[in-house]
């Protein structure tokens, strides 16, 4: 079974804090990807990766960054944390685009919480 | 961009019942796959069920199949013989080259 490891399952931060989410997927995938969810919005793609050292902004990048330097690997990290993105974070994994019906296999979150 | 539309934030279903949740997607392409996912409380997403748009026969995996209607971008989940470890929230997905997700059901398992 493929299996999508987040560091932490909760985290409290205070604001102005630099954060580091940290993914790790045992698969081999080439893609992997970091989402938010938030009650009423569903899963909102903030970053995600093809492939080593590549990173591509999603819907709602700002505030946040993203490292790939290992290809198991995938950080999230909040610069200057604020209140506003307390919330569920998602890692997800993928095999390589060729095949549409690849699904994603998640991780089980992290909830942050920004005080 | 994709959209994907769940009109049902919340669903309840008594054991043993069926249950059928919506999903509408709006896209101009012609060939994507869909797929339905579970969030039980232990919030690990779980895969349910998968469709590819270019087949015209329904997916069903067990318990789990869908109404897939292409003409009208419609593509529900059905339930059947309702169990007490389906309740979580279940979020429709389409993909073309991303994945797009609806906003979720919470579906509730009554006894």
């Known amino acids: 079974d493929v299996k999508v490891t987040q560091s932490s399952r909760y985290l409290v931060k205070r604001t102005g804090e630099k954060v580091f989410l940290e993914c790790v997927q045992d698969?081999?995938?080439?893609?992997m990807f970091w989402y938010r969810q938030d009650p009423g919005l569903g899963l909102r793609l903030i970053y995600f990766?093809?492939?080593?050292?590549?990173?591509e902004k999603g819907d709602i990048p700002e505030g946040y960054s993203v490292s790939r330097e290992k290809k198991e690997r995938f950080s999230l990290i909040l610069e200057s944390a604020s209140t506003n993105q307390t919330s569920m974070y998602l890692c997800?994994?993928?095999?390589?685009?060729?095949?549409?019906?690849?699904?994603?296999?998640f991780g089980n979150g992290t909830r942050l919480t920004v005080t | 961009a994709q959209t994907v539309t769940q009109s049902q934030p919340e669903m309840s279903v008594q054991e043993a019942e069926t249950v059928t949740l919506s999903c509408t997607y709006d896209?101009?392409?012609?060939?994507?796959?869909l797929f339905w996912y579970k969030q039980p409380p232990s919030r690990q997403m779980i895969l349910v069920i998968r469709q590819e748009a270019y087949k015209q026969q329904n997916a069903t995996e067990n318990r789990f199949s869908v109404n897939f209607q292409k003409a009208a971008k419609s593509f529900s989940l059905k339930i059947s013989d309702s169990q007490l470890g389906d309740a979580a929230m279940y979020f429709c997905a389409y993909r073309r080259n991303q994945f797009y997700f609806g906003t979720g059901t919470s579906l509730t398992v009554i006894p």
């Open positions: 896209t101009s392409e012609s060939d994507y796959y």
């Open positions: 698969m081999d995938h080439e893609n």
């Open positions: 990766s093809y492939d080593v050292k590549m990173k």
């Open positions: 997800a994994s993928g095999a390589r685009l060729r095949g549409l019906n690849s699904p994603l296999h």
